[in-house]
Protein backbone atom coordinates (compact mmCIF):
# COMPACT_ATOMS: atom_id res chain seq x y z
CA UNK A 1 0.00 0.00 0.00
CA UNK A 2 1.68 3.29 -1.01
CA UNK A 3 0.75 6.50 0.52
CA UNK A 4 0.45 9.39 -1.50
CA UNK A 5 2.50 11.98 0.68
CA UNK A 6 2.89 15.90 -0.71
CA UNK A 7 6.18 17.63 0.00
CA UNK A 8 5.54 21.23 0.24
CA UNK A 9 8.86 23.46 0.36
CA UNK A 10 9.18 26.93 1.72
CA UNK A 11 11.75 28.02 0.72
CA UNK A 12 11.29 31.94 -0.13
CA UNK A 13 13.50 34.34 1.98
CA UNK A 14 12.00 37.27 3.39
CA UNK A 15 13.66 40.52 1.63
CA UNK A 16 15.58 42.89 3.82
CA UNK A 17 12.35 45.02 3.34
CA UNK A 18 10.03 42.67 4.64
CA UNK A 19 11.98 41.38 7.71
CA UNK A 20 12.15 45.00 8.53
CA UNK A 21 8.31 45.28 8.80
CA UNK A 22 8.02 48.37 7.96
CA UNK A 23 5.30 48.69 5.12
CA UNK A 24 2.93 46.86 7.23
CA UNK A 25 3.92 49.22 10.50
CA UNK A 26 3.15 51.96 8.09
CA UNK A 27 -0.47 50.44 6.98
CA UNK A 28 -1.47 50.15 10.66
CA UNK A 29 -0.68 53.85 11.28
CA UNK A 30 -2.64 54.86 8.25
CA UNK A 31 -5.76 52.69 9.15
CA UNK A 32 -5.32 54.11 13.01
CA UNK A 33 -5.01 57.84 11.62
CA UNK A 34 -7.95 57.48 9.10
CA UNK A 35 -10.20 55.89 12.22
CA UNK A 36 -9.23 59.13 14.70
CA UNK A 37 -10.46 61.55 12.36
CA UNK A 38 -13.68 59.82 11.46
CA UNK A 39 -17.36 60.90 13.13
CA UNK A 40 -17.69 59.04 15.94
CA UNK A 41 -20.64 56.60 16.73
CA UNK A 42 -20.97 56.70 20.35
CA UNK A 43 -24.18 58.74 21.68
CA UNK A 44 -23.56 60.18 24.89
CA UNK A 45 -26.72 58.70 26.69
CA UNK A 46 -28.42 60.37 28.55
CA UNK A 47 -27.70 63.77 27.55
CA UNK A 48 -28.01 62.44 23.61
CA UNK A 49 -31.31 60.53 22.73
CA UNK A 50 -30.92 57.98 19.68
CA UNK A 51 -33.75 58.56 17.00
CA UNK A 52 -36.30 55.80 17.31
CA UNK A 53 -38.30 54.43 13.99
CA UNK A 54 -41.87 55.34 14.47
CA UNK A 55 -42.79 51.90 14.26
CA UNK A 56 -40.65 51.14 17.59
CA UNK A 57 -42.70 49.15 20.45
CA UNK A 58 -41.49 49.37 24.38
CA UNK A 59 -43.81 49.84 27.16
CA UNK A 60 -47.08 49.39 27.96
CA UNK A 61 -49.92 51.60 28.09
CA UNK A 62 -53.38 50.90 29.42
CA UNK A 63 -55.71 53.43 28.10
CA UNK A 64 -58.50 54.81 29.88
CA UNK A 65 -62.21 56.41 28.95
CA UNK A 66 -62.84 60.41 29.84
CA UNK A 67 -64.15 59.16 33.03
CA UNK A 68 -60.41 57.63 33.73
CA UNK A 69 -61.91 53.95 33.82
CA UNK A 70 -59.37 51.55 31.92
CA UNK A 71 -61.15 50.10 28.80
CA UNK A 72 -60.20 46.40 29.55
CA UNK A 73 -63.01 44.50 29.92
CA UNK A 74 -60.41 41.23 30.92
CA UNK A 75 -61.73 39.09 27.95
CA UNK A 76 -58.05 37.54 28.53
CA UNK A 77 -57.18 37.51 25.06
CA UNK A 78 -53.77 39.49 25.36
CA UNK A 79 -53.20 37.08 27.98
CA UNK A 80 -53.91 33.76 25.99
CA UNK A 81 -51.44 35.35 22.74
CA UNK A 82 -48.72 36.15 24.54
CA UNK A 83 -45.52 33.99 23.57
CA UNK A 84 -43.83 35.28 26.86
CA UNK A 85 -46.50 34.76 29.22
CA UNK A 86 -45.89 37.88 30.74
CA UNK A 87 -49.09 39.24 31.32
CA UNK A 88 -51.29 38.36 33.83
CA UNK A 89 -55.68 39.68 34.94
CA UNK A 90 -57.37 38.36 37.39
CA UNK A 91 -61.37 39.68 36.26
CA UNK A 92 -63.61 40.64 38.50
CA UNK A 93 -67.72 40.87 37.99
CA UNK A 94 -68.82 44.99 37.26
CA UNK A 95 -71.93 46.22 39.17
CA UNK A 96 -72.54 48.32 35.78
CA UNK A 97 -74.96 46.30 33.38
CA UNK A 98 -73.27 47.87 30.58
CA UNK A 99 -69.65 46.01 31.64
CA UNK A 100 -69.82 42.20 32.08
CA UNK A 101 -66.50 42.38 33.60
CA UNK A 102 -63.29 44.55 34.66
CA UNK A 103 -59.48 43.80 35.81
CA UNK A 104 -59.40 43.58 39.29
CA UNK A 105 -55.42 43.72 38.91
CA UNK A 106 -53.63 43.62 35.25
CA UNK A 107 -49.71 42.99 35.78
CA UNK A 108 -47.30 42.73 33.37
CA UNK A 109 -43.88 41.47 34.06
CA UNK A 110 -41.65 43.87 31.66
CA UNK A 111 -38.82 41.80 32.28
CA UNK A 112 -40.19 38.79 30.44
CA UNK A 113 -41.91 41.01 27.68
CA UNK A 114 -40.11 40.39 24.03
CA UNK A 115 -42.44 43.52 23.23
CA UNK A 116 -43.75 41.37 19.71
CA UNK A 117 -46.94 43.46 19.68
CA UNK A 118 -49.22 40.55 19.82
CA UNK A 119 -51.34 41.40 22.38
CA UNK A 120 -51.60 45.24 21.63
CA UNK A 121 -53.29 43.16 18.41
CA UNK A 122 -55.44 40.77 20.23
CA UNK A 123 -57.22 43.77 22.40
CA UNK A 124 -60.75 44.04 21.33
CA UNK A 125 -61.14 47.38 22.73
CA UNK A 126 -57.71 48.65 22.08
CA UNK A 127 -57.13 48.83 26.07
CA UNK A 128 -53.51 48.16 25.41
CA UNK A 129 -51.23 49.94 23.74
CA UNK A 130 -47.24 49.68 23.04
CA UNK A 131 -45.87 53.32 23.02
CA UNK A 132 -42.42 54.35 22.49
CA UNK A 133 -40.87 55.29 25.77
CA UNK A 134 -37.80 53.08 26.24
CA UNK A 135 -36.54 54.06 29.41
CA UNK A 136 -37.27 50.98 31.45
CA UNK A 137 -34.01 50.59 33.83
CA UNK A 138 -34.22 49.47 36.86
CA UNK A 139 -32.02 48.51 39.54
CA UNK A 140 -34.09 45.62 41.31
CA UNK A 141 -36.21 42.69 39.11
CA UNK A 142 -39.75 43.40 41.27
CA UNK A 143 -39.53 46.83 40.16
CA UNK A 144 -40.30 45.86 36.51
CA UNK A 145 -43.61 44.21 37.47
CA UNK A 146 -46.47 47.00 36.06
CA UNK A 147 -49.52 47.03 37.79
CA UNK A 148 -52.80 48.59 36.59
CA UNK A 149 -52.10 51.82 37.61
CA UNK A 150 -49.01 52.17 36.52
CA UNK A 151 -49.50 51.33 33.22
CA UNK A 152 -52.24 53.48 33.03
CA UNK A 153 -50.59 56.49 34.12
CA UNK A 154 -47.54 55.86 31.04
CA UNK A 155 -46.83 59.12 29.12
CA UNK A 156 -48.81 59.01 25.52
CA UNK A 157 -46.18 58.46 23.12
CA UNK A 158 -48.32 56.88 19.83
CA UNK A 159 -46.34 54.67 17.24
CA UNK A 160 -47.57 54.95 13.70
CA UNK A 161 -50.10 52.61 13.19
CA UNK A 162 -49.23 49.98 10.64
Known amino acids: ?87 TIVAGESDDPNVEKYPVSYEIDIARCIFCGLCEEACPKAAIELTTNYKLAEYYRTNLRYDKELLSKTPITRRKKE
Do not use: Q
Open 1 to 87: MKRNIINISRSRNMTLWERLYLPEAIRGLYTTLRHVFMKKATIEYPDEEMPIHENFRALHRLNTDENGNVLCVACMLCATVCPANCI
